[in-house]
């Protein structure tokens, strides 16, 4: 029986992912940036079981039948198809990211699959196939494959649409998790709705592709300003979009918005501090190493607070078996 086992952390984007062009492939309407962390890894063991009738999802010690176990089919009937295979995997999870908040489960929660699951099928992935790959499973989870800053391509094909890494400079984010609660609509539900229905969802596209090629360019300089004012600028302009939905949907709450008005308030302080979201409440700061005391000082009381820094790579742990 072959087994492998990987880890993957989550990734906070700077330049949001939000809407597809093409769902069965994962495929964007834009590229993005993100900052991989060093906190809250998921780590999952595929184990190949030749006598099982089907798949079995252990997540958190719990076995799951529902949405998420046949997400997770979906994703392995795709490395079965690149590895030639028809066996059932047992795959089991363990995720310390707060879940369905907003904070990318599925991201580390992807990566750490795909990684786990082409060892476990006896596929020789590199990082661009891994990423590939871990798309398929959730678009955000192409950037996890890759440690510290990641760009993930839009591309037009499977092939072009991966993420690589780029030099950034020294950057720290401070995670706000303001409410550990499910989200009322699935950010998958919600970028489906906002494609059909924002009447904005065509500037959003426009002028991410412009925030993406200012940011990556800022990345590269080193401009910490500059990068920090995209991140906010890019964020909330999301937020934005996603609000305009027919219904509307609104992922940020009174505490949301109050964090985002004191990380304002640092800025006039002379701190440099930018405030971001994914499709949940949670807020998440990105700043300069020297600045998080500032930071977390004023964030202090009002949500429970991480701090991370550039994480690692998605990895194999171990493997066993042919
Ligand atoms: C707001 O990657 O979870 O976090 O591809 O449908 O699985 P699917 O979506 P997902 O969306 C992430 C949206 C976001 C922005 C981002 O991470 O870029």
Wanted: aromatic letters at 4%; glycine letters at 6%; charged letters at 20%.
């Amino acid at each position: 029986m072959s087994t492998a086992t990987a880890i993957a952390h989550p990734n906070i984007a700077l330049v949001k992912y939000w809407g597809k062009r093409d769902s069965t492939l994962n495929l964007p309407a834009t590229g993005s940036l993100s900052m991989t962390l060093d906190i809250f890894p998921t780590t999952t063991t595929v184990s190949l079981d030749e006598d099982a009738a089907g798949d079995i999802l252990v997540f958190n010690g719990d076995e799951r039948a529902d949405g998420p176990a046949e997400r997770v089919t979906r994703f392995l009937d795709i490395v079965r198809e690149l590895s030639g295979s028809a066996v059932a995997a047992r795959v089991e999870t363990v995720n310390t990211v707060p879940s369905a908040a907003g904070l990318a489960s599925s991201a580390s929660g992807f990566a750490a699959l795909a990684v786990a699951a082409a060892h476990a099928y006896g596929l020789d992935l590199d990082a661009r196939a891994l990423s590939r790959l871990a798309r398929r499973g959730s678009g955000s989870a192409s950037r996890s494959i890759i440690p510290g800053f990641a760009i993930w391509h839009a591309g037009d094909s499977d092939e072009t649409s991966f993420a690589e890494a780029v030099d950034a400079p020294d950057l720290a984010m401070v995670v706000a998790m303001v409410e550990k609660r499910e989200k009322p609509v699935s950010s998958r539900e919600a970028m489906r709705r906002t494609v059909l229905t924002s009447p904005f969802y065509p500037a959003w596209v426009s002028s991410t592709a412009e925030s993406l090629d200012a940011a990556a360019e800022a990345c590269r300089a080193g401009d910490v300003e500059r990068l920090g004012r995209i991140t906010e600028v890019n964020a909330l302009r999301m937020h934005a979009l996603i609000q305009s939905c027919d219904p509307p949907i609104r992922y940020l709450s009174p505490v949301s918005v109050e964090i985002f008005d004191r990380v304002a308030a640092l800025r006039d302080a002379g701190i440099g501090a930018w405030a971001t979201a994914d499709a949940g409440p949670n807020v998440v700061v990105l700043t300069r190493p020297e600045s998080v005391t500032a930071v977390t000082n004023a964030l202090e009381g009002i949500a429970e607070l991480a701090v991370a820094r550039p994480g690692p790579a998605a990895a194999l742990v171990t493997r066993a078996g042919e």
